[in-house]
């Protein structure tokens, strides 16, 4: 596993003062074989920690100390759901005659507050508001790049997160919509269709790290591309 930063650095994540603004980089990949866990344990986890304020001591990274906008994106509306929406918030459930979710995802049950659901896609969360340490509010939206570029228009945004590749004209327009947030840009994936435009924007030479050179071919050949 390894995180890379935009420009081609993979530099170790410094620690954060609670004043600064977090890593220097602020689109970052996890780039990884499937099933390794990174949606639960590197995407969804580094967003539950930003929209509750819940750090752990340890955390090296980001930090804010109020609310924050955050998108939540897969390829997919109904792959979205059961996969993201699931990881974050649980099961869809119901309390008396309100939809809800049960809250045994990645966000605390106490903390998630009022949900307004997608239309045309059952059980699909639109966007939820979840509680801050700070006592005051942020909210996650629920996308899918099949929705298409026009969906990620328009608003600022403090994070985004792609889980699974994004077409480029998407990721294009996550830079636009944490420009002046200074926002950050999280990615995890498995590079199945090789050396895309967007897998180029983090490791421009199109190349590994030499530390990769005697696997990566193997990796590499795993997901399709042979270079």
């Not at 939540?72 to 509306?77: C, F, V």
């Not at 809800?100 to 990645?106: D, K």
């Not at 509680?131 to 228009?153: P, V």
Request: glycine share 12%; charged share 25%.
């Amino acid at each position: 596993m390894e995180f890379f930063a935009a420009g081609g650095h993979h530099e170790r994540l410094p620690s954060c003062p609670e004043d600064c603004d977090g890593t220097p980089h602020r689109d970052r990949l996890m780039l990884a074989a499937n099933r390794v866990g990174k949606t639960e344990s590197v995407g969804g986890f580094e967003v539950a920690l930003h929209a509750t304020g819940r750090y752990p001591d340890w955390w090296p990274g980001l930090r804010f100390n109020r609310p924050v906008e955050i998108w939540a994106s897969g390829k997919k509306n109904e792959t979205t759901r059961d996969i993201i929406q699931a990881k974050l918030f649980g099961a869809v459930s119901w309390r008396g005659r309100e939809k809800t979710v049960a809250g045994t995802g990645l966000i605390p049950a106490e903390d998630i507050g009022a949900i307004a659901w997608k239309r045309g896609v059952p059980d699909f969360i639109d966007t939820a508001k979840i509680r801050h340490r700070s006592g005051l509010w942020s909210s996650i939206g629920l996308k899918s790049y099949e929705q298409g570029r026009g969906a990620f228009e328009g608003t600022e945004k403090d994070i985004i997160w792609f889980d699974e590749e994004p077409p480029a004209e998407v990721y294009v327009e996550a830079g636009i919509r944490t420009m002046t947030t200074r926002g950050h840009v999280l990615l995890t994936f498995t590079p199945l269709e090789g050396m895309s435009a967007v897998v180029l924007e983090f490791i421009p030479s199109g190349a590994l790290p030499d530390r990769f050179e005697e696997f990566g071919d193997n990796v590499l050949r795993a997901v399709g591309y042979e270079r």
